[in-house]
């Protein structure tokens, strides 16, 4: 039975590691391509987007969007952009779309557009594995992105009519590759999304509701 509220996930360590076999749809465009790699010891997807785009997508069902919005969301992955731009992994839900774009720029640091740009490492750090996380809360309706555990920016989305999960290089107008062993995007707990009032207050509200009701109550048979 589909359940809206499963991950959304990319594995290349599971069976061939093709992204076709775990529900995303190739969009590449020009010559754009992906291959499954071992890199540094461990299977990736390598996105060649160095002569045209190279990005995966899933759909994610009405229902999942409706949960997405109410509940929250985030997409965390772990990979290392190779070189270039446009490196992203990212969740758009038809009217807005959640972007960090990353980018080994000139002199070799590691740096991510969201609404400023942020240096994200440098060095051989610059091309290492790193976890990248985009968080949405939807009692602020913001979206906050994490480097390797550290919030980078917080943020709204920008408008946008595409509805996708996507990942992998996702310009054909600019030259960027990136290996991606893993992309997963889940909906947030309903404990983990802050309630309008503390617990403390709700239960004390309660008590209050509960006392009025007696009282009433107590008028009416007298």
Do not use: C
């Not at 913001?142 to 408008?159: H, K, M, P, V």
């Not at 992998?168 to 999304?193: I, N, R, W």
């Amino acid at each position: 039975m589909y359940d809206p509220s499963a991950p959304i996930s990319f594995d290349a360590s599971i069976g061939d590691g093709l992204p076709l076999r775990q529900n995303w749809t190739d969009s590449t465009s020009l010559s754009g391509s992906g291959s499954l790699e071992t890199d540094i010891g461990a299977p990736a997807w390598f996105a060649d987007g160095l002569a045209g785009r190279a990005i995966w997508n899933v759909i994610p069902s009405p229902a999942a969007k409706a949960l997405a919005a109410t509940q929250g969301w985030r997409i965390t992955s772990v990979l290392r952009v190779a070189s270039g731009d446009s490196v992203t992994d990212y969740f758009a839900n038809g009217s807005q779309r959640y972007l960090p774009i990353l980018s080994v720029v000139e002199g070799g640091d590691l740096e991510v557009e969201l609404e400023g740009t942020h240096l994200l490492a440098s060095g051989a750090a610059a091309t290492d594995y790193h976890t990248h996380e985009v968080r949405y809360d939807p009692t602020t309706g913001l979206a906050t992105y994490s480097f390797d555990g550290t919030q980078i920016e917080t943020r709204a989305g920008s408008a946008m009519l595409q509805n996708q999960i996507s990942f992998g290089q996702g310009s054909s107008g600019t030259a960027g590759s990136a290996y991606d062993p893993s992309v997963h995007f889940e909906l947030l707990s309903m404990a983990a999304v802050p309630t309008l009032f503390p617990v403390g207050m709700i239960a004390v509200l309660l008590l209050i509701a509960v006392m009025a009701m007696m009282r009433v109550s107590a008028i009416t048979r007298s």
